[in-house]
């Protein structure tokens, strides 16, 4: 898994950013949020990446910070978002701000992204309220991670293209010590 880019900006476009990485560009989806923190072309970046593979592509988004990444991962386990509504939404604000609009219930927000709908809203808000913690030293909000080896599993079937209904009806039943057997065994599942 691609999980960092450190290299020079080669390309940057609307939607996307090349990086030049030792002499291999790396083509990275970018919200417009993460676009407006990446430097000139010739200047060197670092991004967080994230790399979903389709039967014909490998696609690798890019985030400025793991905040955002975070929740574009929590994103994609949210029923009809798909990694470009995900982007979409990321693209309405900074990471925190998306977030405190979760936490606030604010679904008018997301219904003002292209491709949110009025449901897709509600349920954005529903399916993530309980994964946000306020935090208390300065009501920051963040991402709450887990070191659960069932929920790492969950995230990393997502991130395989699985909806999150696919996702927990494939690890209903399957017990496992680490998350990669958890996935391993989901897999082997699937393909039954």
């Known amino acids: 898994m691609i999980a960092l880019l450190t290299g020079n900006v080669a390309v940057r476009r609307a939607d996307h950013v090349i990086v030049d990485c030792g002499g291999v560009g790396y083509r990275l989806a970018v919200s417009s949020e993460t676009l407006r ?3 000139a072309v ?3 970046v670092v991004l967080h990446t994230h790399l979903i593979p389709r039967d014909d592509a490998l696609l690798l988004y890019g985030f ?3 905040e955002e990444r975070d929740l574009f991962l929590l994103l994609l386990g949210v ?3 798909g990694p470009k509504v995900a982007l979409e939404v990321l693209s309405g604000g900074s990471a925190r701000e998306l977030l405190a609009a979760i936490a ?3 679904s008018a927000r997301f219904q003002a992204v292209k491709g949110v709908g009025k449901r897709t809203a509600e349920r954005i808000i529903v399916e993530l309220r309980e994964k946000v913690g306020v935090g208390l030293p300065e009501q920051a909000i963040s991402v709450t991670r ?3 080896p069932r929920a790492i599993a969950r995230e990393g079937l997502i991130g395989l293209g699985y909806s999150a209904q696919e996702v927990d009806g494939l690890l ?3 017990s496992g010590d680490s998350p990669e057997d958890l996935i391993s065994d989901a897999l082997r ?3 039954r």
């Open 189 to 191: 599942a699937a393909r």
């Open 146 to 148: 887990s070191d659960d």
């Open 172 to 174: 209903d039943g399957l």
């Open 37 to 39: 923190l990446v430097p």
């Open 104 to 106: 606030a219930g604010d």
């Open 42 to 44: 010739g200047n060197q």
């Open 64 to 66: 400025a910070t793991e």
């Open 79 to 81: 029923q009809s978002v």
